[in-house]
């Protein structure tokens, strides 16, 4: 069965820094594009990030780009979100996603993680 | 940047009623790359649509996608009570990343 459970959310002033993570099993991590998607509290989805299997290749949201970094250990199955510079506008639930293989381009998300909130406030 | 746009905001309709949901797209879009994604309240999504017309695993028949270009259509057939939820269209644009639409919200008239 295929599990992504995000960790790493809480409490942050603005300016401050924070590191997400997000633990996949039940299948083959390595093979497979990654992705960070955040809802803010009341409102619709906005994609973050996403990086290939191999990180050869990483996107981010014009609103994150310079303040935000993903990465992935695939050893350790385990995907990444390191957040400086942190905003109130950045508090939402951040959702880790698969990327599926059969979707051209790595472009749907198959499975899902229950997310994990992010608040910046003072 | 590629600005996807989902009408109406909101669908009220019956169980058993057909729902048929709009994502615009400000340029052209590949339809390879266009997806729909159901979200309820406290859930993550779920993809429904990929490729702009196939279903993915698991999904009733009762959902299609169709549309090319710019203008894309999620159809429900027959709604059934679990199908009343909020839906989004996701746009992939090679290096400019991906794009959600705000969503449809079909609730229960």
């Known amino acids: 069965e295929v599990q992504l459970v995000e960790s790493g959310g809480g409490l942050v002033k603005p300016g401050g820094s924070l590191r997400l993570s997000c633990a996949a099993s039940?299948?083959?991590?390595?093979?497979?594009?990654m992705n960070w998607v955040r809802q803010a509290p009341g409102k619709g989805l906005e994609w973050v990030s996403s990086?290939?299997?191999?990180?050869?290749?990483?996107y981010y949201a014009d609103s994150v780009k310079g303040r935000f970094t993903i990465s992935r250990d695939n050893a350790k199955n385990s995907l990444y979100l390191q957040m400086n510079s942190l905003r109130a506008e950045d508090t939402a639930v951040y959702y880790c996603?698969?990327?599926?293989?059969?979707?051209?381009?790595?472009?749907?998300?198959?499975?899902w993680g229950q997310g994990t909130l992010v608040t910046v406030s003072s | 940047e590629i600005v996807l746009t989902q009408s109406p905001g909101t669908l009220s309709l019956s169980p058993g009623e057909r729902a048929t949901l709009s994502c615009r797209a400000s340029?052209?879009?590949?339809?390879?790359?266009l997806a729909w994604y159901q979200q309820k309240p406290g859930q993550a999504p779920r993809l429904l649509i990929y490729?702009?017309?196939s279903r993915a695993t698991g999904i009733p028949d009762r959902f299609s996608g169709s549309g090319s270009g710019t203008d894309f259509t999620l159809t429900i057939s027959r709604l059934e009570p679990e199908d009343f939820a909020v839906y989004y269209c996701?746009?992939?644009?090679?290096?400019?990343?991906?794009?959600f639409g705000p969503g449809t919200k079909v609730d229960i008239k």
């Open positions: 996603a698969r990327s599926q293989l059969y979707c051209s381009g790595g472009s749907c998300y198959g499975y």
């Open positions: 039940g299948f083959t991590f390595s093979s497979y594009s």
């Open positions: 990086i290939s299997s191999s990180s050869s290749y990483i």
């Open positions: 340029q052209s879009v590949s339809s390879s790359y």
């Open positions: 490729g702009a017309s």
């Open positions: 996701q746009q992939y644009g090679s290096s400019r990343g991906f794009t």
